[in-house]
């Protein structure tokens, strides 16, 4: 719910910072008349960020509202991303880097591609891909490392209308395969492995034992990655070799396909309330025109730029904002391999001083390790390059806020605190780094034109001061603009809680992202956290009643429930409650059995830190299981209402279970 502890201290400490002078002198935005512009012009203003893009036909509408809150932006105009991202800087930078790629190993070369080089291999993989069979609209599903081809394969993609959906590299094989199933995917792109704390890690693997649960024929490519230090896998006949094929398809070209503004770019699943993920549907022009206008207005980045993001591709912060939004802007984007503690706890900052990166956007459960580390790591590297530092995925307390901004920025670069969510596309909440000034642990204001509210449990804004709920009251381009092939589920999870889902009139229709929050005095949003059974795991997403069921299917369970319970470090860790079958072996062969179930079923990121055997599940008079009050445990909080339990007696054993724990 939405009072939270951590909140009070949070907001206690809160204090003010301006903008550094010498970042505003050059900021792409200094104005904040931009805020009244954009509300005054809503949605007109949103031409300023189409206009960020090259168009093949003009859009005839920028908001076609008619049947909401199926929104369309920019009906009628004609784009492809991968002319957007590649073809159009040729001219002007074709011999500049648009990504900086950094293996894990040290001793391996970075790897600088130009614009030409990208344009180049972009052209060579779509002809293959077109050759393997993919057609317009065939979805591509992508299992891959933060290696070079994984944004090749994006921007190949693109080029031909092929849409992707992307399964983050740690998720397991039958994570995958439920993907591909929902997504009738049949084309997969992964690799043979990569290497992780110098380790040659077997990735494909685990891809194929995915497939075997695949209902349809899948064609593979596959990256080699790894060379001799790989496994030594010999291809399938369905799996061809990303070289090979790039090779065999030498200086091809192929036109861009010219895409409707509304047409799918990209899927990604994202977990949700249910067990089910949720497949969320991207279109090509307002995502583009979101990613490449939040990476100019927020980010700062001008094409000169170089840019560091360390999010992993295979979440919506690496498609938005190190692939799709900053190439858009034709500048360089860093992309990096291996972990930051790698080879030492400097790696970061090595990264930075080696290649002099502008701006660098983490999470705060990086933040939260860099500050336990200590600011030696930091201050071995000359870090004076950097301009502008972001965070994201999470609340940041204003502590490693703080240490943030001194240890890593020196003082003199603001931070963007920016929230939004898979579904949103991009930024929607955050300080204008040259506009604002910025309140530690408090994300800040709207993005300008960009309705989000705090409102009661009946939709009513709260007063300044007050705590309820975010909602967002207009629509915007980057939105979602369904759950794929699922529109009931789309409107179930996203609207109707505020809306009147009768009415076609779009003032009836709120968008709810499922968050706690506050508002200031001076209208700044301090999202709290989910208010759905989501936890956020160092800035991933997972559902506990995934989670749940994949606990539930271990051998000697009976019964489980989950809950995310505080964690210093990775924000928030998975905590399971299990009662035990009268038959099951003991307690250490059950808890190893959960935790090969749960990375079986999902991957080690869900892997909970701690299991607690219990007789009972704390339950309603009607059977529910009581989640709250076991997050309440968990967290060694003080105790809600335990009234309405069938079953009271339980909650004193198992406290004493967990504090014993
Ligand atoms: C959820 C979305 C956005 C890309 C990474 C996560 C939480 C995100 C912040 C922030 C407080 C934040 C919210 C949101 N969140 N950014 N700056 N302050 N909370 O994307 O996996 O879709 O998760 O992350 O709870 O709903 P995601």
Excluded at 223 to 237: A, K, S, W
Aim: charged share 30%.
């Amino acid at each position: 719910m939405v009072e939270d502890n951590n909140l009070e201290t949070r907001l206690a400490e809160q204090d003010e910072f301006e903008p550094p002078a010498e970042f505003v002198e050059q900021a792409n935005v200094t104005d904040e008349g931009i805020y009244e512009e954009f509300e005054e012009n809503w949605p007109g203003c949103w031409e300023q960020a189409a206009d960020l893009l090259d168009w093949y036909d003009d859009y005839d509408q920028v908001l076609d509202d008619s049947n909401p809150p199926f929104y369309e932006w920019f009906t009628g105009g004609k784009i492809n991303a991968s002319y957007e991202c590649v073809d159009r800087h040729l001219d002007d930078r074709g011999d500049e880097v648009a990504i900086e790629w950094v293996g894990e190993p040290t001793e391996e070369a970075d790897r600088s591609i130009t614009y030409e080089e990208l344009h180049r291999e972009v052209n060579e993989f779509a002809a293959a891909l077109r050759d393997l069979g993919v057609g317009e609209d065939d979805v591509v599903t992508m299992h891959m490392p933060m290696i070079p081809a994984h944004p090749i394969a994006l921007l190949a993609c693109a080029r031909i209308g092929a849409p992707h959906s992307v399964v983050f590299a740690g998720f397991s094989a039958n994570a995958l395969a439920e993907r591909m199933n929902a997504a009738d995917s049949e084309y997969l792109i992964t690799a043979d492995g990569y290497y992780r704390r110098g380790d040659a890690l077997d990735h494909l693997s685990k891809s194929r034992e995915g497939l075997e649960d695949v209902d349809h024929d899948v064609e593979t490519v596959v990256v080699d990655r790894l060379g001799d230090d790989g496994p030594g896998h010999d291809l399938h006949e369905s799996e061809h070799d990303y070289d090979d094929l790039v090779a065999e398809h030498e200086g091809a070209t192929v036109e861009p396909v010219e895409r409707d503004a509304e047409d799918m770019l990209f899927l990604m699943y994202t977990s949700g309330t249910t067990g089910q993920p949720k497949g969320v549907k991207h279109t090509t022009a307002g995502y583009l025109a979101w990613t490449a206008w939040t990476s100019q207005t927020v980010l700062d980045i001008k094409p000169e730029d170089t840019y560091f993001c360390s999010a992993d591709i295979g979440w919506i912060t690496g498609h938005s904002y190190i692939v799709y939004g900053p190439l858009a802007l034709g500048t360089t984007t860093v992309m990096y391999e291996g972990g930051p503690d790698y080879p030492e706890r400097d790696r970061f900052w090595e990264i930075v001083e080696d290649l002099d990166v502008t701006q660098f956007y983490t999470a705060p459960t990086a933040i939260r390790s860099f500050m336990k580390w200590g600011s030696e790591y930091p201050g071995r590297h000359d870090l004076s390059s950097l301009r502008l530092l972001g965070t994201v995925g999470e609340p940041i307390n204003p502590k490693p806020w703080k240490w943030y901004y001194k240890h890593i920025g020196g003082e003199s670069c603001p931070i963007v605190d920016t929230w939004w969510q898979t579904e949103t596309g991009g930024h929607m909440i955050t300080t204008l780094p040259g506009v604002s000034n910025m309140k530690p642990g408090s994300a800040g204001p709207p993005v300008p034109g960009v309705d989000a509210r705090v409102v009661d449990g009946d939709g009513e804004e709260v007063p300044s001061g007050g705590a309820g709920y975010l909602t967002v009251d207009k629509p915007w381009p980057g939105m979602l603009r369904t759950l794929y092939k699922n529109d009931e589920r789309f409107i179930e999870e996203y609207w109707a809680e505020y809306s009147d889902t009768d009415s076609d009139d779009p003032d009836d229709w709120v968008y709810f992202p499922e968050d706690g929050a506050k508002i200031d005095d001076e209208g700044y949003i301090t999202v709290v956290g989910r208010v759905d059974d989501v936890v956020n795991i160092s800035g991933h997403r997972l559902g506990t009643m995934e989670i749940e069921s994949a606990v539930v299917s271990a051998d000697g369970v009976a019964e489980a429930a989950v809950v995310g319970a505080d964690d210093d470090i990775k924000g928030e860790v998975v905590h399971a409650y299990v009662i035990l079958e009268d038959d099951a072996g003991g307690e250490d062969a059950v808890r190893a059995a959960i935790e090969a179930a749960v990375e079986d079923k999902i991957g080690p990121i869900a892997r909970p830190s701690k299991i607690i055997f219990t007789p009972e599940l704390p339950k309603t008079r009607s059977g529910k299981i009581m989640r709250r009050l076991l997050e309440e445990i968990s967290d060694g909080e003080e105790l809600g209402d335990t009234s309405t339990l069938r079953n009271p007696e339980i909650v004193a054993d198992i406290q004493a279970e967990v504090r014993g724990n």
